[in-house]
């Protein structure tokens, strides 16, 4: 088992960055693939990034392409979401999620076994 806890959200104006962090506060983050989802009100869970286990690959939603990019650093058990250009639109809880089985895509967020708490992030216009 892996426990996850995220870092890193606040408020933002529009057009500005943050940096989301995931630790592991037990357990070890290298034998888990790893993704990046939100949720606004109203609105189902969505995509947002995925990164194998390695680090070697990874994937993104269609909505932040080019501005998002997540990265891991398994020597510090961390997995991180850099935001760049944040939009009103991106304002959501975030929540990190490691990922053990291999059956199902890493943007199927059903396939997920551990979540964290998430974190809140607010872009303002």
């Known amino acids: 088992q892996v426990q996850l806890v995220e870092s890193g959200g606040g408020l933002v104006q529009t057009g500005g960055s943050l940096r989301l962090s995931c630790a592991a506060s037990?357990?070890?983050?290298?034998?888990?693939?790893m993704g990046w989802f939100r949720r606004s009100p109203g609105k189902e869970r969505e995509f947002v990034a995925a990164?194998?286990?390695?680090?070697?690959?990874?994937y993104y939603g269609d909505s932040v392409k080019g501005r998002f990019t997540i990265s891991r650093d398994n020597a510090k058990n961390t997995v991180y979401l850099q935001m760049n250009n944040l939009k009103p639109e991106d304002t959501a809880v975030y929540y990190c999620?490691?990922?053990?089985?291999?059956?199902?895509?890493?943007?199927?967020?059903?396939?997920?076994?551990?979540w964290g708490q998430g974190t809140q992030v607010t872009v303002a216009s």
């Open positions: 037990s357990g070890t983050l290298s034998i888990y693939d």
């Open positions: 999620a490691a990922k053990e089985g291999w059956g199902t895509r890493l943007i199927d967020g059903n396939g997920y076994d551990y």
């Open positions: 990164t194998t286990r390695s680090g070697g690959w990874t």
